[in-house]
T-cell receptor
Framework: GNSVTQMEGPVTLSEEAFLTINCTYT??????LFWYVQYPGEGLQLLLK?????DKGSNKGFEATYRKETTSFHLEKGSVQVSDSAVYFC???????????????FGRGTSLIVHP | DTGVSQDPRHKITKRGQNVTFRCDPI?????LYWYRQTLGQGPEFLTY????????KSRLLSDRFSAERPKGSFSTLEIQRTEQGDSAMYLC??????????????FGSGTQLSVL
């Protein structure tokens, strides 16, 4: 079956530090990959996505590259801010030529805490 | 675009009672998903609708759970004879996916269920 594995949190950083949150996946077919972010008291919202191998998704200074050879989609940001404190979820959505489920599967989430 | 709304935000009930949650998706979205999220975990898939048709249900979904989406608009999720293990955040999401690809999901803020 499909699964997503994320590094355990919390990840605690000082402002302006470099961020990496690891994500690896197992899937049949050729999934699309996503990072969602959940700020305190809010619903999940899409941060970025990539739909094929070697694609790089980016948004708000965050980046992630779809690495098919290592089945990974690690999230990075060069300089984090206090406002980036949130829970980050890696997700995959299978893409099938015909039939098959494409229900999105989520990782368990990684909490990021950024201190001033 | 008013976003995905869920009602109520919080529900406290006694074990054995029935509860019903409502989700109003973004109006033009044809796909609607229910997920469940417990503390420290990612969203876990429950069921999925395309328009008014319920196309997939998780094997984890017991017979006490039922969902409807009459006329392909809002959806309701009912839990009968609630148990303490049902305590969780129930998330609704919608999307306008077409064909074989799956677009990003738009999430509501969730309904937090506490079963005493």
């Amino acid at each position: 079956g499909n699964s997503v594995t994320q590094m355990e949190g919390p990840v605690t950083l000082s402002e302006e530090a470099f961020l990496t949150i690891n994500c690896t996946y197992t899937a049949t077919g050729y999934p699309s990959l996503f990072w969602y972010v959940q700020y305190p008291g809010e619903g999940l919202q899409l941060l970025l996505k990539a739909t094929k191998a070697d694609d790089k998704g980016s948004n708000k200074g965050f980046e992630a590259t779809y690495r098919k050879e290592t089945t990974s989609f690690h999230l990075e940001k060069g300089s984090v801010q206090v406002s980036d404190s949130a829970v980050y979820f890696c997700a995959l959505s299978p893409v099938h030529a015909s039939g098959g489920s494409y229900i999105p599967t989520f990782g368990r989430g990684t909490s990021l805490i950024v201190h001033p | 675009d008013t976003g995905v709304s869920q009602d109520p935000r919080h529900k406290i009930t006694k074990r054995g009672q029935n509860v019903t949650f409502r989700c109003d998706p973004i109006s033009e979205h044809n796909r609607l998903y229910w997920y469940r999220q417990t503390l420290g975990q990612g969203p876990e898939f429950l069921t999925y609708f395309q328009n008014e048709a319920q196309l997939e249900k998780s094997r984890l979904l017991s017979d006490r759970f039922s969902a409807e989406r009459p006329k392909g608009s809002f959806s309701t999720l009912e839990i009968q004879r609630t148990e303490q293990g049902d305590s969780a955040m129930y998330l609704c999401a919608s999307s306008s996916g077409t064909g074989v690809t799956n677009e990003k999901l738009f999430f509501g803020s969730g309904t937090q269920l506490s079963v005493l």
